[in-house]
């Protein structure tokens, strides 16, 4: 399918670069046709370059290329999103995107539980926190904490009582959560478990 693309005045549209797979936003750049063509063919984005007014290849020096995944259109035609899979770092100062920050893989307000979890855990307020004082107890415990939670979800689950269920299995997700941490795991791990299977 042949994509249609409104270049500005100078030929150039702008080439917004997201990873495909941690949904970050990377950096941004711009292509004219032949750079977007350049892309198709190699698999490595290729801008054109404003400053050096020539082709650039992501990474032709440092060998930190944007691997191409795919490439869709705005509504208007006028704006790329340039999926990658990326090799390295994408900034040249040495951060995982352009606006300085890593390019770690988000799970929305899981990755904000996480965070909760970490912090709460490292101030060992166990007058104050729930999470702390479980913590405080040992693994077995919030081992356990999360069979009783698993064992709620699945009776909720055979009732008809749609908002206990979803209690129940939020408490067991935020149990479970504990009880990586406590086993010096995170969702990543998990994620990378089953995108292992998934092969």
Not at 95 to 120: A, H, K, M, Q
Request: some cysteine; charged content about 25%.
């Amino acid at each position: 399918m042949i994509m249609t693309i409104k270049y500005d005045d100078k030929g150039l549209v702008p080439a917004i670069i997201q990873d495909a797979t941690t949904k970050n936003v990377l950096m941004l750049g711009y292509m004219n046709e032949e750079a977007y063509q350049k892309t198709l063919k190699t698999k490595k984005v290729t801008f054109f370059s404003r400053s050096k007014q020539r082709l650039w290849t992501k990474g032709e020096e440092s060998g930190n290329f944007l691997n191409l995944v795919g490439i869709k259109n705005d509504c208007d035609n006028d704006t790329l999103l340039v999926l990658v899979n990326p090799v390295g770092p994408t900034c040249h100062k040495g951060t995982g995107n352009c606006w300085g920050e890593e390019n770690t893989p988000s799970y929305g307000f899981f990755s904000t539980l996480e965070d909760v979890i970490t912090e709460r855990v490292a101030n060992k307020d166990t007058a104050k926190s729930y999470v702390a004082s479980l913590f405080s107890k040992g693994i077995n415990k919030v081992a356990q904490k999360v069979g009783e939670e698993a064992v709620e979800t699945v009776i909720e689950a055979m009732d008809n009582n749609d908002e206990l269920f979803l209690y129940e299995s939020a408490d067991l997700l935020f149990h479970y959560l504990m009880l990586l941490q406590a086993k010096g795991f995170t969702l990543k791990d998990i994620e990378e478990e089953l995108k292992g299977r998934h092969k």
